[in-house]
């Protein structure tokens, strides 16, 4: 049975996110609080095996009650916001970037968007609760340097990054876990960094321009929601929008409206495979945190091109379902922990500069 404690001022809530989780015969609701002081005493005192928080809450609110819990009792914490808005949704991925896996929209009224809502809550309150999360402290990222210089060589299957071509492009798909490994990437790549960059980043419905919003104050780059016929430019982040799949033609972004591919649209998959299709040897791929085998695919068609190919390494991941699908079947060159990754493109960067 999972344990999930709810954080939330409006008792209102409370009761229709208890009967949302009564739905799920695996979960039980072992506690409830108010603000954030209390939801810090609910998990130290009950240990539940995932939370569900809001992030606005009278007192100590819902950041603080994640700082702490992820500092004295870590548990996988699932944020379930109202905030509306890319400005006030920069609550909600503070929150991820101080340890909470998952942002997701309180439900809708409207009967369609209701369901898909308290569904998507249901799913992830079982698949982050058997997460098991080590204590987190701030700590300040590494210089920029060789892979391997945040700790443990960069581990590679068979090819070295000197070993491969210059990359034009890159691609990184991510889910799960993959909002605050962005913000830590691109704020470790100065603004010189040459190469445009493609995201898909598997998100709720209504959060990507707020995601747009909070990563483009984390880094020195350009970040942007993808819009069909743009022109790729140097030192710019391109972020898939919900329900478009994200490709790249022509040195354009290309979105499409085909059928979703294995349930998601954009599928990093679909961003990969075109990348590949369009540079060959000259595509980077990166696969970050997250649940099920996305961009996996693409990500093999990149290798087989000769393009730089990497997958998040299982220390680093929040989960590691597809960095390791990637790695099961041979698509990564080399696996990276996430402080390895933004050096590891910045030296690709530099060896395409030069040869450039």
Known sequence: MIRCVLADDSRVFRAILRAILSRAPD???VGEAADGADAVRK????????????????GKDGLYAIEEIMEHA????VVVSAEAGPERQDLSFRALQLGAVEVLPKPRSDAGAFEHDVEAIRTAVRAVAGLRLAPRRPRPSPPGGPPGAAGQPARTSGTGLHALAAPRVVGIVASTGGPAALARILGALG????????????IARGFEGGLVHWLAGETALSVTLASDGQELAPGTVYLGADGRHLTVRGDRI???DGAPVRGFRPSGTRLLSSLAAEYGAGAAGVILSGMGDDGAAGLAEVHEAGGFTAAQGESSSVIFGMPKAAIDRGAATVTLELDEIAPALARLARGAARRA
């Open 27 to 29: 979960v039980e609701v």
């Open 43 to 58: 998990v130290v005192a009950l240990r539940p095996d995932v939370v569900t928080m809001d992030v606005r809450m009278p």
């Open 74 to 77: 870590p548990t996988p914490i």
């Open 191 to 202: 603004p010189a960094f040459p190469l445009p960059i493609a995201v898909v980043q598997h």
């Open 254 to 256: 290309r979105l499409d």
